[in-house]
T-cell receptor, first 114, second 111 residues
Framework: DGGITQSPKYLFRKEGQNVTLSCEQNLNHDAMYWYRQDPGQGLRLIYYSQIVNDFQKGDIAEGYSVSREKKESFPLTVTSAQKNPTAFYLC?????????????FGSGTQLSVL | GEDVEQSLFLSVREGDSSVINCTYTDSSSTYLYWYKQEPGAGLQLLTYIFSNMDMKQDQRLTVLLNKKDKHLSLRIADTQTGDSAIYFCAEIVGGYNKLIFGAGTRLAVHP
């Protein structure tokens, strides 16, 4: 089945630790995105990538880093510089880099601080 | 500025209609979307409407768009317990797929 796979489903971070959230898609989509979801707030864009080896900052990129070495994969690293990392993280992809396309979402990773 | 606002909670009786409202600020938005999120899951696209349309119907779902007031609504007919979820309104801005999401409306369906 085609889709977006995020792992792990739950992740715990210790003080000062970097953690990486995985996002893999087999939909052959060009664009991929990372969103952060906090209770009672809308989704906020962290980073997005429209093509392999290229990515741009979203609205809340500070304390996060990404890479896009393969079309299928767009991992997100939450660094120790992110002081409030507890949130639900959603990865999404879309089939074209421009124009109107629908976003397909993964099932999310809940990150908590120990 | 870019902003999408929704009420946070709606409770309806099973079998009744639900109406979820949304206001947006970017008058240049070409498409507006409704997404559904079930607990612990990602978002699922329910429906979308192009900005030159006033209404779109898809089975139990009716989307109404008032472009003058920048108001969008989602009506769910014959609401079922399986419709209990968070519903997000979103507008597309810019030349790429940047979506601005509202905070989501939690729909609770009771017997």
């Amino acid at each position: 089945d085609g889709g977006i796979t995020q792992s792990p489903k739950y992740l715990f971070r210790k003080e000062g630790q970097n953690v990486t959230l995985s996002c893999e898609q087999n939909l052959n989509h060009d664009a991929m995105y990372w969103y952060r979801q906090d209770p009672g707030q809308g989704l906020r864009l962290i980073y997005y990538s429209q093509i392999v080896n290229d990515f741009q900052k979203g609205d809340i990129a500070e304390g996060y880093s990404v890479s896009r070495e393969k079309k299928e994969s767009f991992p997100l690293t939450v660094t120790s510089a992110q002081k409030n990392p507890t949130a639900f993280y959603l990865c999404a992809s879309s089939p074209r880099t421009g124009g109107v396309e629908k976003l397909f979402f993964g099932s999310g990773t809940q990150l908590s601080v120990l | 500025g870019e902003d999408v606002e929704q009420s946070l909670f709606l409770s309806v009786r099973e079998g009744d209609s639900s109406v979820i409202n949304c206001t947006y600020t970017d008058s240049s938005s070409t498409y507006l979307y409704w997404y559904k999120q079930e607990p612990g899951a990602g978002l699922q696209l329910l429906t979308y409407i192009f900005s030159n349309m006033d209404m779109k119907q898809d089975q139990r779902l009716t989307v109404l768009l008032n472009k003058k007031d920048k108001h969008l609504s989602l009506r769910i007919a014959d609401t079922q317990t399986g419709d209990s979820a968070i519903y997000f309104c979103a507008e597309i801005v810019g030349g790429y797929n940047k979506l601005i999401f509202g905070a989501g409306t939690r729909l609770a369906v009771h017997p």
